[in-house]
């Protein structure tokens, strides 16, 4: 059994570069793969593995500077949810684009998963849900505005647009996990909105403590791993990803003439070259062989 971490946390890096070659040898050596990356406004990641390994790299992170109150997101998965270990430097732990933003100076207010149904059916409040389009489409909340942005950077740009939409509401926003509000509610309080709310823990912290029967969750939520899907109590959903272009589909559409393996899905079929698609049929076909040499479980 994988033990699956989801994490996030800002604090001051003076030297990410320098955490790096530590981090990623301890995941190494303990068997954990994923995605972590470091920058100066923090640390930000999914990893999984076995549950000593996991203890032992959260354990790390929350010695760095300002990360002892580190907190992270588990699941679990019967297969590994990741090939390898990356830990990646880059200048934002989730891209906004607005070099003013810092969560660490004030955020909006945070609403415990049991509190959230009441917040958002209440006729005050508008609901907005930051996360990107293809994320949107296979899962949200009941009455949740989609800005249908296909990155997280277009979100100041779409707030510009359609404030006025939102003038004298209160305004909750949610994401996966967390992160992508920290930002947005930031954001906004910096563009003179006077009440922002956001879902804490994120959606994962929901699904996993708010009652089917009580939830106000419609679908399934992305996952930025091999589950690619998930549901209430965190149980894996039924989508797959297009290699293609890293959307999620289910089943069904793999039947569809747009679907090839690893090259295209009915979603991304007309939006890639010929050329693409060659070189995706060949990526393809060398991971054919990998699995076939025993080099990839």
């Not at 955020?107 to 996360?131: C, F, K, M």
């Not at 419609?218 to 293609?244: K, Y």
Request: with cysteine; glycine share 8%; proline share 5%.
């Amino acid at each position: 059994m994988y033990i699956i971490a989801a994490l996030y946390h800002f604090t001051r890096f003076d030297d990410p570069a320098a955490l790096k070659p530590a981090l990623l040898e301890l995941c190494l050596a303990q068997d954990v793969s994923g995605s972590l990356l470091l920058a100066r406004e923090g640390v930000n990641g999914t990893i999984a593995g076995p549950r000593a390994g996991i203890d032992a790299v959260i354990a790390h992170l929350k010695a760095l500077p300002g990360c002892k109150d580190l907190e992270w997101k588990e699941a679990t998965s019967d297969r590994a949810p990741f090939g390898k270990m990356k830990v990646r430097l880059k200048k934002e732990i989730v891209t906004m684009g607005q070099p003013d933003v810092d969560p660490r100076a004030s955020v909006g207010h945070y609403v415990d998963p049991q509190d959230w149904n009441e917040l958002i059916q209440s006729p005050d409040v508008a609901v907005i849900d930051t996360r990107n389009d293809y994320e949107v489409a296979i899962g949200t909340f009941d009455g949740a505005v989609d800005p249908q942005t296909k990155t997280f950077g277009e979100f100041p740009a779409w707030w510009e647009e359609n404030k006025h939409r939102f003038h004298n509401k209160k305004v909750a926003m949610f994401c996966t996990g967390g992160i992508r509000c920290e930002k947005s509610t930031n954001y906004l309080l910096g563009q003179g909105v006077e009440e922002v709310y956001h879902l804490k823990g994120g959606i994962l912290k929901y699904l996993e403590e708010v009652p089917q029967d009580e939830s106000t969750w419609n679908g399934e939520c992305f996952v930025f791993d091999n589950r690619v899907s998930v549901g209430h109590g965190l149980a894996e959903g039924p989508h797959v990803l297009c290699h293609g272009c890293r959307q999620p589909i289910l089943p069904e559409d793999m039947k569809r003439p747009e679907y090839e393996m690893g090259v295209s899905c009915h979603k991304c079929h007309d939006k890639t070259s010929d050329w693409d698609k060659e070189r995706f049929r060949e990526r393809q076909k060398q991971i054919r062989l990998a699995h076939e040499r025993g080099e990839l479980a």
